[in-house]
Nanobody, 124 residues
Protein backbone atom coordinates (compact mmCIF):
# COMPACT_ATOMS: atom_id res chain seq x y z
CA UNK A 1 0.00 0.00 0.00
CA UNK A 2 1.25 3.45 -0.92
CA UNK A 3 -0.01 6.81 0.26
CA UNK A 4 0.73 10.01 -1.62
CA UNK A 5 -0.13 13.45 -0.31
CA UNK A 6 0.25 16.50 -2.53
CA UNK A 7 0.48 20.06 -1.36
CA UNK A 8 1.39 23.48 -2.69
CA UNK A 9 -1.42 24.15 -5.11
CA UNK A 10 -3.43 27.35 -5.13
CA UNK A 11 -4.35 30.47 -7.03
CA UNK A 12 -1.58 32.44 -8.72
CA UNK A 13 -1.43 35.22 -11.28
CA UNK A 14 -0.09 34.61 -14.73
CA UNK A 15 3.68 34.78 -14.71
CA UNK A 16 3.86 33.62 -11.12
CA UNK A 17 5.32 30.48 -9.55
CA UNK A 18 4.22 27.59 -7.40
CA UNK A 19 6.04 24.63 -5.91
CA UNK A 20 4.15 21.39 -5.55
CA UNK A 21 5.23 18.68 -3.13
CA UNK A 22 4.25 15.03 -2.97
CA UNK A 23 5.07 13.07 0.17
CA UNK A 24 5.07 9.30 -0.18
CA UNK A 25 4.82 6.50 2.35
CA UNK A 26 4.40 2.78 2.26
CA UNK A 27 6.50 1.53 -0.65
CA UNK A 28 10.24 1.80 -1.07
CA UNK A 29 10.14 5.24 -2.64
CA UNK A 30 13.72 5.32 -3.82
CA UNK A 31 13.25 2.30 -6.12
CA UNK A 32 10.48 3.87 -8.20
CA UNK A 33 10.16 6.53 -10.83
CA UNK A 34 7.71 9.32 -10.01
CA UNK A 35 5.46 11.39 -12.21
CA UNK A 36 3.41 14.56 -12.05
CA UNK A 37 0.19 14.50 -14.05
CA UNK A 38 -2.44 17.14 -14.62
CA UNK A 39 -6.03 17.13 -15.77
CA UNK A 40 -7.95 20.19 -16.85
CA UNK A 41 -11.75 20.24 -17.16
CA UNK A 42 -12.86 18.46 -20.31
CA UNK A 43 -9.35 17.25 -21.11
CA UNK A 44 -7.53 13.98 -20.69
CA UNK A 45 -5.00 13.51 -17.97
CA UNK A 46 -1.49 14.16 -19.24
CA UNK A 47 1.97 13.46 -17.94
CA UNK A 48 3.64 16.77 -17.23
CA UNK A 49 6.98 15.65 -15.82
CA UNK A 50 8.62 12.47 -14.57
CA UNK A 51 11.85 11.52 -12.87
CA UNK A 52 13.67 8.22 -12.58
CA UNK A 53 14.50 6.49 -9.30
CA UNK A 54 17.82 8.28 -8.78
CA UNK A 55 16.91 11.67 -10.19
CA UNK A 56 19.46 11.36 -12.99
CA UNK A 57 16.85 11.42 -15.77
CA UNK A 58 13.84 13.65 -16.20
CA UNK A 59 11.10 14.00 -18.76
CA UNK A 60 8.93 17.04 -19.53
CA UNK A 61 6.03 17.51 -21.88
CA UNK A 62 6.87 20.14 -24.50
CA UNK A 63 4.45 22.72 -23.12
CA UNK A 64 6.31 23.01 -19.80
CA UNK A 65 9.93 22.63 -20.87
CA UNK A 66 12.04 25.45 -19.54
CA UNK A 67 9.35 26.46 -17.04
CA UNK A 68 8.83 23.41 -14.80
CA UNK A 69 11.43 21.43 -12.87
CA UNK A 70 10.86 18.07 -11.25
CA UNK A 71 13.13 16.87 -8.45
CA UNK A 72 13.11 14.33 -5.67
CA UNK A 73 14.54 13.75 -2.21
CA UNK A 74 14.72 10.02 -1.53
CA UNK A 75 15.55 10.55 2.12
CA UNK A 76 12.42 12.62 2.66
CA UNK A 77 10.44 10.43 0.24
CA UNK A 78 9.21 13.53 -1.49
CA UNK A 79 8.99 14.63 -5.10
CA UNK A 80 8.66 18.27 -6.11
CA UNK A 81 7.43 20.21 -9.09
CA UNK A 82 8.69 23.77 -9.35
CA UNK A 83 6.44 25.68 -11.74
CA UNK A 84 7.54 29.07 -13.07
CA UNK A 85 6.09 31.48 -15.63
CA UNK A 86 2.65 29.99 -15.15
CA UNK A 87 -0.10 30.75 -17.63
CA UNK A 88 -3.81 30.02 -17.88
CA UNK A 89 -3.12 26.83 -19.85
CA UNK A 90 -1.49 25.40 -16.71
CA UNK A 91 -4.75 25.53 -14.75
CA UNK A 92 -5.59 21.95 -13.76
CA UNK A 93 -5.66 19.43 -10.95
CA UNK A 94 -2.11 18.16 -10.48
CA UNK A 95 -1.48 14.67 -9.14
CA UNK A 96 1.66 12.75 -8.39
CA UNK A 97 1.99 9.07 -9.12
CA UNK A 98 4.37 6.22 -8.36
CA UNK A 99 5.93 4.38 -11.25
CA UNK A 100 5.72 0.61 -11.53
CA UNK A 101 9.50 0.49 -11.90
CA UNK A 102 12.65 2.58 -11.55
CA UNK A 103 12.62 4.14 -15.02
CA UNK A 104 10.47 6.88 -16.48
CA UNK A 105 7.40 5.70 -18.35
CA UNK A 106 5.55 8.25 -20.49
CA UNK A 107 2.32 6.28 -20.39
CA UNK A 108 -0.32 6.60 -17.69
CA UNK A 109 -0.37 2.81 -17.38
CA UNK A 110 3.21 2.96 -16.15
CA UNK A 111 2.03 4.32 -12.79
CA UNK A 112 0.03 2.42 -10.23
CA UNK A 113 -0.56 4.68 -7.21
CA UNK A 114 -1.96 8.20 -7.34
CA UNK A 115 -2.39 11.05 -4.95
CA UNK A 116 -5.68 12.86 -4.47
CA UNK A 117 -4.53 15.86 -6.46
CA UNK A 118 -4.09 19.55 -5.78
CA UNK A 119 -5.75 22.35 -7.69
CA UNK A 120 -3.62 24.90 -9.52
CA UNK A 121 -5.46 27.92 -10.89
CA UNK A 122 -3.69 30.59 -12.90
CA UNK A 123 -5.54 33.86 -13.33
CA UNK A 124 -4.82 36.08 -16.29
Amino acid sequence: QVQLVESGGGLVQAGGSLRLSCAASGRTFSNCAMGWFRQAPGKERELVAAINWSGSYTFYVDSVKGRFTISRDNVKKTVYLQMNSLNSEDTAVYSCAVGRGPYVDRKTTGYDYWGQGTQVTVSS
